[in-house]
């Protein structure tokens, strides 16, 4: 099992930037692909980015490529996902995802095993 809490949400203005983290609990970090998905109101859950083991290979949806990067630190179990020059469109719960070991870092829900609850971020016009 694999423990996964989100934190770093909140409520910005249109140009701002957030700094969301996960922390992971439960199995080697360093073994698990992870990513992070959007979920807006009233819409489906949507791959946003991921990251390699060793976070040396990432993944980005086309809507926050060079807005958003994607990191780990192995060291502290953590990944993160650094959001620039936000948009109110990016307003949404963002979810953190783990995958099993060698399972790739894909860019689907069903590619990812463990999920966190998820923390908001509102992005004001």
């Known amino acids: 099992q694999v423990q996964l809490v989100e934190s770093g949400g909140g409520l910005v203005q249109t140009g701002g930037s957030l700094r969301l983290s996960c922390a992971a609990s439960?199995?080697?970090?360093?073994?698990?692909?992870m990513g992070w998905f959007q979920q807006a109101p009233g819409k489906e859950r949507e791959f946003v980015a991921s990251?390699?083991?060793?976070?040396?290979?990432?993944h980005y949806a086309d809507s926050v490529k060079d807005r958003f990067t994607i990191s780990r630190d192995n060291a502290k179990n953590t990944v993160y996902l650094q959001m620039n020059s936000l948009k109110p469109e990016d307003t949404a719960l963002y979810y953190c995802a783990a995958a099993m070991p060698g399972a790739g870092w894909g860019t689907t829900q069903p590619d990812y095993d463990y999920w966190g609850q998820g923390t908001q971020v509102t992005v004001s016009s």
């Open positions: 990251i390699s083991e060793s976070g040396g290979t990432t």
């Open positions: 439960g199995r080697t970090f360093s073994s698990l692909p």
